[in-house]
Nanobody, 119 residues
Framework: QVELVESGGGSVQAGGSLKLSCTAS????????MSWYRQAPEKARELVSS????????TYADSVKGRFSISRDNAKNTLYLQMNSLEIEDTAVYLC????????????WGQGTQVTVSS
């Protein structure tokens, strides 16, 4: 089994910034593609951003392009999401996901961290 633990969420005013982290157990993060998702109340889970194993390829949802930045430090076994110019609509639980891991089968999810943006 793989455990993913997110941190860094909190409450911030619109226009502010937060940096989320996701740490993986067993030192396997470097072998996985990684993504950040978010889920707001009464809305479907939304893919926010993804990053390849090496970090050389990234993708973003249109709603966060230019404001969010995904990165990873494989030596620290940690995934990041830098969120700038936060908007009220960014309020959600943010979850990290590990997929297509070379070392283990299956996809893995963290429990999530709450981000609340207020006016």
């Amino acid at each position: 089994q793989v455990e993913l633990v997110e941190s860094g969420g909190g409450s911030v005013q619109a226009g502010g910034s937060l940096k989320l982290s996701c740490t993986a157990s067993r030192g396997i993060l470097s072998s996985c593609g990684m993504s950040w998702y978010r889920q707001a109340p009464e809305k479907a889970r939304e893919l926010v951003s993804s990053i390849s194993r090496s970090g050389g390829s990234t993708t973003y949802a249109d709603s966060v392009k230019g404001r969010f930045s995904i990165s990873r430090d494989n030596a620290k076994n940690t995934l990041y999401l830098q969120m700038n110019s936060l908007e009220i609509e960014d309020t959600a639980v943010y979850l990290c996901k590990a997929y297509s891991c070379n070392m283990v089968a299956g996809d893995y999810w963290g429990q999530g961290t709450q981000v609340t943006v207020s006016s």
